[in-house]
């Protein structure tokens, strides 16, 4: 049975990306996996990193309980939007207050490397945008998926992280949303 954390990082609990998290859920509980759920927007925490990394905050009760759940998963999918081409604020808030140095990572001393902590995890990126996704990459780099795939996920180790695109939101159907969340509960039982 595979151990998989569904992070929804859209801040709504009304928002689209809430009925693709769930249906991610459904598909992989069908599939047999053991599955929890993180609702960034649901904790209760402050997402400043008000120091860097030059002074340690406390993490709040709900952080290290979410901190439990990304130890004990094996496969991580994170729900997101794209909003100003990147992630949304609370999401990155949640990333900057936990994927802390001496938790994800360690810094080796006088050496440019590092040591990814949460090595033998994989992820799945479902991120929703209102252009295409094609259009996304092209003319934008794809900015908020090199951060959180590249910059944060494999600089910690955890790999490979796969990405499903879905959009363009703002201007579909009941019907196509319909289609999108039967995607997400076949991505789901694939497991992936």
Same mark, same amino acid.
């Given at each position: ?86 992630? #949304?604020?609370?999401? +990155?808030?949640? *990333? ?5 140095? /001496?938790? &994800?990572? =360690? ?66 159907? #009941?019907?196509?949303? +319909?289609?999108? *969340? ?5 991505? /789901?039982? &694939?497991? =992936?």
């Amino acid at each position: 049975m595979k151990r998989i954390l569904v992070i929804n990082g859209h801040p709504n609990k009304e928002s689209f990306n809430h009925a693709l998290a769930d249906g991610y859920v459904a598909g992989a509980t069908q599939a047999g996996a053991e599955i929890k759920r993180i609702n960034i927007g649901e904790l209760n925490f402050n997402p400043n990193l008000a120091y860097g990394y030059q002074k340690r905050m406390e993490l709040e009760p709900d952080l290290l309980e979410a901190w439990k759940l990304i130890q004990w998963a094996e496969h991580l999918v994170w729900v997101h939007p794209v909003w100003w081409g990147g992630l #949304p604020a609370i999401t +990155k808030g949640f *990333i900057d207050r936990l994927f802390l140095p /001496g938790l &994800a990572f =360690r810094y080796r001393p006088n050496s440019v490397w590092w040591d990814k902590l949460l090595k033998g995890k994989s992820a799945h990126i479902i991120t929703t945008l209102d252009q295409p996704g094609w259009y996304y990459w092209l003319v934008f780099g794809r900015p908020s998926v090199n951060q959180l795939k590249n910059s944060i996920l494999k600089f910690c180790g955890i790999q490979p992280v796969q990405l499903t695109y879905i959009g363009i939101i703002k201007t579909s159907s #009941p019907e196509l949303r +319909k289609k999108w *969340i039967a995607k997400a509960i076949g991505l /789901g039982r &694939a497991l =992936r």
